[in-house]
């Protein structure tokens, strides 16, 4: 018989722990327990999901003596306080945040990507940031294929990245402008409907934002290639879930856009949404609720001299989030039963 895991969620009452309860439940995941954790502020509010009552307890400590696996998606402050914790107490922890990502102990995985990293973990996991996720699903086969030296990447990021107030925000400022109101900004610094804000996270000294490093950072460390270089500006648009990104890369081998096709429906990540005579190409609103992350508009980039400009779409709720963690749980449990 295979082993059940005592599985918690650390966040479980925002938007990503509320697909992490969905996720987990519909793919089977083999649970004995499952136990949903947050604030205290949130302690005690009763989530029903499948016919069954969750209550949410408050994260404590303790908590993590009586759980094998914990998924984080709390935020970052309390990852740094609870994730050493969890590890500490035998539980394997894996993490949503930034907190732990690129710390050299840590492996960041992609199931799909780099599974052999999992080998290396001691109870501490990163998840990447979500447009990494979602781009190295077109990223990963092309540069497997061809050999990936540099990439210039502009996304377009859901409200759904910010979390559940920034969509309802969204949603009310729609409504509010439809009906002649004053929208009310309160959770970005600027009206985010029927607009777009070349803002996502906090800037640094070069100009650039956390987010915007994020992609550097996290894909050299995913394809163990620290010689990629990048450059990257993250926008947030009107969007409520879905992320999307614009590619140009630049690669070591000749490309053809015909190999490239190939190889990224080849891919367990990616599905192929590329007919332009059709129409067809990916968009966040065919994205949601989606596993697989769709790529589209591959064609041979008019600077690079073996290059090719491509358009990805995910859920930033799932691959983006909540379904790479639970592929990481899920390639936990698959590492064990064949230990």
Not at 89 to 116: H, K, T, W, Y
Not at 131 to 140: E, F, G, K, V
Not at 277 to 291: A, D, G, H
Request: proline residues 5%; charged residues 25%.
């Amino acid at each position: 018989m295979s082993k059940k895991y005592r599985v918690g969620i650390v966040g479980a009452t925002g938007a990503v722990g509320q697909e992490l309860l969905e996720l987990l439940i519909s793919r089977n995941f083999p649970m004995q327990s499952l136990t949903l954790l947050a604030s205290s502020r949130s302690a005690g509010k009763k989530i029903q999901h499948a016919g069954v009552e969750y209550i949410v307890e408050e994260t404590k400590p303790e908590c993590f003596d009586n759980l094998d696996i914990a998924i984080f998606s709390a935020g970052g402050t309390p990852s740094k306080i609870f994730v050493p914790e969890a590890a500490k107490r035998g539980c394997i922890a894996i993490d949503n945040s930034s907190a732990f990502r690129m710390d050299p102990n840590v492996p960041l995985i992609v199931p799909e990507v780099n599974p052999q990293a999992i080998k290396n973990h001691k109870n501490i996991i990163a998840n990447p940031n979500c447009t990494t996720a979602i781009s190295l699903m077109a990223l990963c086969p092309l540069h497997k294929e061809f050999g990936l030296k540099r990439f210039f990447a502009a996304t377009y990021q859901a409200v759904s990245g910010t979390g559940v107030a920034a969509m309802q925000e969204l949603e009310d400022q729609m409504k509010a402008i439809a009906n002649g109101e004053e929208p009310k900004v309160e959770v970005y610094p600027y009206q985010i409907a029927y607009n777009v804000l070349p803002h996502v996270d906090v800037f640094q000294d070069n100009g650039y934002t956390k987010e915007e490093l994020k992609m550097l950072n996290e894909t050299r460390k995913i394809l163990e290639a620290p010689y990629i270089m990048n450059s990257t500006t993250c926008v947030r648009v009107p969007v409520m879930r879905a992320h999307s990104v614009a590619i140009n890369a630049e690669f070591e081998k000749p490309v053809s856009v015909e190999r490239a096709r190939e190889v990224i429906s080849a891919f367990s990540g990616a599905e192929l949404i590329d007919d332009i005579e059709n129409k067809k190409y990916p968009m966040p609103l065919f994205c949601q609720r989606k596993e697989k992350c769709a790529v589209g508009r591959i064609r041979k980039d008019l600077v690079f001299e073996n290059g090719l400009s491509f358009w990805v779409a995910g859920d930033q709720l799932w691959k983006g989030a909540a379904l790479n963690a639970v592929q990481i749980a899920e390639l936990i449990a698959q590492t064990e039963a064949d230990a």
